[in-house]
């Protein structure tokens, strides 16, 4: 019989916990959850708002297995994370294992070493059921909006569609900012700059640079203050010098960890979070998922003696910070490193790196304040009011910045960094170079990154950090936000120079409006949000969704019975879900009209299809059945204009003749095609299909029966239905309708055609059956 059985969730922290115990402990894991709602059904009571769990069937197996060492072991240790949904596994193990909790030990740490296992085997607890009940209550929250809502999605929008309570609200807030951007009327200005020379006292001269304390609005003033200029003399008029210090940002939590990785990683959220897991279950950094900046006294001292030891003592500086955020978990520590005398690991390329950035925040988090010396000169204009104001600044003692400086979403360069303003007196004369005025124009506002989500999720309180990547990823793939780059728009600039006594003039033209991985809403979550924040308001509320987070804080702290939080949302949830079903309407969600054909006097609709976005011209109603075009990747239901949608029905065009059939140019569900004799040929991106000549749609073709005619390796005489094929990856049987791999020691006389017609009938009755599909959910 087995003393002891420690159940953690996953075998990389199995495998780091058994390190630890010794020959009297068994680590096993149970591989998450354990139990958990039915995938298909709402598996909630009606009236208790009861959920019914169930083991799936691929958690058989594992269940037996901790059953049987459950029951052969003395004592049982359930040891998984310490958060609502740590704490739920636990529970589950007790309920599926039939454990008494009372005689059940739960043991919680922060991070994997020895020292916190032994600590905690030390001090167990039992099971906190008002974690278990904040963490159900989420779960059958979420499952009420989800299973109520969609069908009614699939009724009015389309097909398919999901609604989710943080998914739906992520969507809303990058649905308005694209209005926002849509709406925004972008203004231009013009920014003044001079580059002045200074005489120094051994003759030699410096450079200095400025710019005007005033914008101007219309370009006629900017020439005209440049004219100005040119007679005036510039005097330096003040100088003031002003010590400032700069504090490091506090120790990673799990929003700004994400934050972070995604700007000097590139990390996804999901990638962040998945390789953070890895590290916290290899014992290298502490538990990842943590709303607290706190640090232990045990890794305060240890960032201490690092520092010291790498930088000297003049580095050092240990702080404490506190959690300010509006309903902080359980985790009781920032995430950082277990070891602060390992600023590098071994281990794949991105455990690597996420590993030194929480080193290096955590190092930097007890380090000095950077010492700085910024220094401005105001230069006076003989017979103007403006002034021109130049700007210096010198890093005096760097402290933290020699291990970390901070990222911010809209990071815009500090031109005064570093730079050094030479000696200057007040009522020196300063001769002018050059001074330029150039146009530019106001921004507007700017698209989410994933980390910029996270961070406003973060600040209107929506979700916590474990749901924030789980809802990045789900409305991706579903289809409601895309990560994409947006073109720019050529946008010509103006730029006048006064050099000696001439103002010269220049148009220079620039890429405005680029945007590089950015979320997008699609023309589906439009439709989505737009049909939710109308018939589901209080769902699509931010102050609701953050309330609600809220009334799982006060479930956690055991102030507020769960089952009741849930009948309270449901007598008003219910109702509405059911009005909203049974609504009737003239136009589908989405359906936008345009205008009127002017070829056929009918009406020219934008809406969802069932495979997307289409256009229509006509109605069900007309005697003509409507006309339908699929939407380009580039054209949205928001914005497209009628004349846009109408050069959608100039397809399908004919283009000429080849081979004594037709040429046609299509569009389809796929994309733009060109048909030829009942084939299909794929129009590449590269190509208009409204402009494609005929010229190219026939190489387009020859090219594409080049190919074909390469994948037919050899045919055989005895039956025509056998044929060796060269596909994708490698050659392969085509018999009867079905594909045969080919093994690959065969593979070089399959490429030549030397397999023999009973060679390959052989491959053919040998190959195993086809394992069925499984169903799609």
């Known amino acids: 019989m087995q003393d002891n059985l420690v159940i953690v969730e996953s075998p990389a922290k199995a495998k780091t916990i058994e390190k630890f115990l010794g020959k009297d402990f068994k680590v096993m894991s149970s591989y998450g959850h354990i139990r958990d709602l039915k995938k298909k059904e709402l598996s909630i009571d009606e009236k208790t708002l009861q959920p019914t769990y169930e083991i799936p069937e691929e958690k ?35 309920e599926v294992l039939g454990l008494d909790e009372e005689k059940t030990s739960r043991i919680v740490f922060h991070e994997i070493t020895k020292p916190a296992i032994m600590e905690a085997i030390q001090n167990p607890r039992h099971l906190d059921m008002n974690l278990v009940n904040a963490q159900q209550a989420r779960r059958v929250l979420d499952r009420l909006v989800g299973f109520k809502v969609s069908p009614v999605l699939w009724r009015k929008v389309k097909p398919a569609l999901s609604a ?5 609200v992520a969507v809303r807030l990058i649905v308005d900012r694209e209005r926002e951007i849509q709406a925004f009327k972008s203004e231009p200005y013009y920014r003044v700059n001079a580059l002045f020379l200074l005489t120094n006292a051994d003759g030699s001269q410096s450079e200095v640079k400025a710019e005007l304390d005033h914008r101007f609005a219309k ?12 007679d005036a003399s510039f005097t330096v008029d003040n100088i003031t010098k002003k010590p400032l210090k700069r504090s490091p940002a506090p120790p990673f939590t799990t929003s700004t960890l994400q934050q972070e990785a995604a700007r000097k990683l590139g990390f996804t959220v999901s990638q962040t979070m998945m390789v953070a897991q890895r590290l916290y279950e290899s014992g290298r950094i502490t538990y990842m998922r943590t709303d607290s900046v706190n640090l232990s006294s045990l890794a305060i001292n240890a960032c201490k003696e690092e520092i010291s030891k790498l930088y000297g003592d ?7 910070y506190h959690t300010h955020s509006k309903g902080a978990q359980e985790a009781h520590e920032a995430i950082r490193p277990t070891f602060m005398n390992e600023a590098t690991i071994t281990g794949t390329a991105q455990e690597r790196r996420l590993y030194e950035l929480i080193w290096k925040r955590t190092a930097a988090s007890q380090m000095a304040d950077a010492q700085v010396e910024k220094t401005t000169v105001t230069i006076n204009i003989s017979g103007a009011e403006e002034q021109f104001v130049a700007n210096g600044e010198v890093v005096r003692f760097d402290g933290f910045l020699k291990v970390y400086h901070e990222s911010t979403d809209e990071e815009a360069t500090n031109n005064d960094e570093g730079n050094l303003l030479p000696a200057m007196k007040a009522g020196q004369r300063l001769l002018r170079a050059d001074i330029t005025s150039t146009e530019r124009f106001s921004m507007g506002p700017v698209r989410y990154t994933e980390a910029s989500l996270v961070h406003k999720l973060e600040e209107l309180g929506i979700g916590r950090p474990s749901t924030y990547a789980p809802t990045i990823s789900t409305i991706q793939q579903r289809e409601y936000v895309q990560k994409g780059d947006k073109k720019g728009v050529e946008r010509a600039y103006a730029i006048d120079t006064l050099k000696g006594s001439a103002v010269t003039s220049k148009t220079k ?3 405005a409006g680029s945007e590089k991985g950015k979320l997008l809403p699609t023309d589906i979550g439009f439709v989505v949000n737009d049909f939710l924040l109308q018939n589901f308001p209080d769902i699509m509320d931010y102050n609701f969704t953050a309330k609600v987070e809220e009334q799982f804080d006060r479930i956690a702290e055991g102030k507020e019975e769960w089952t009741k939080m849930m009948i309270n949302f449901d007598k008003k949830f219910e109702p509405n879900v059911e009005k909203v079903m049974n609504a009737r309407s003239e136009h589908k969600a989405g359906e936008r009209q345009l205008g009127i054909d002017p070829k056929t ?14 256009a229509q011209i006509g109605t069900a109603e007309d005697k003509e059945k409507p006309l339908f075009a699929q939407l380009p990747k580039d054209k949205s239901i928001e914005t497209i204009t009628l004349d846009e949608a109408l050069e959608l029905f100039k397809l399908p065009r004919e283009v000429g003749n080849f081979e004594g059939s037709p040429v046609v140019i299509g569009a389809g569900r796929f994309g733009p095609y060109i048909m030829h004799d009942k084939k299909y040929v794929s129009l590449p991106r590269t190509e208009d299909p409204l402009t494609v ?4 749609a026939v190489a387009l073709i020859e090219q594409k029966r080049k190919a074909d005619q390469e994948k037919h390796i050899k045919q055989f005489d005895e039956d025509p239905k056998l044929e060796l094929m060269k596909g994708r990856y490698g050659p392969y049987i085509a018999y009867d309708g079905k594909n045969y791999h080919i093994d690959k020691k065969l593979q070089d006389q399959a490429l030549s055609g030397a397999l023999s017609y009973e060679e390959c009938m052989e491959i053919v009755r040998t190959a195993p059956e086809p394992k069925a599909r499984r169903a799609k959910r």
């Open 219 to 230: 370009h006629d003033e900017a020439v005209a203050f440049l004219n100005q200029c040119k």
């Open 60 to 94: 058989t197996k594992v269940v037996a297995d901790l059953k049987k060492s459950a029951k052969a072991a003395k004592t049982v240790w359930l040891a998984s994370d310490e958060d609502r949904e740590g704490e739920a596994i636990s529970w589950h193990l007790c």
């Open 164 to 168: 989710g309570r943080v998914q739906s």
């Open 509 to 511: 033209h620039e890429m």
């Open 693 to 696: 000549t005929l010229e190219t």
């Open 601 to 614: 006097n009918k009406p020219v609709f934008v809406k969802i299809g069932r495979f997307g976005p289409v």
């Open 314 to 320: 003049d580095y050092s500086k240990p702080r404490n």
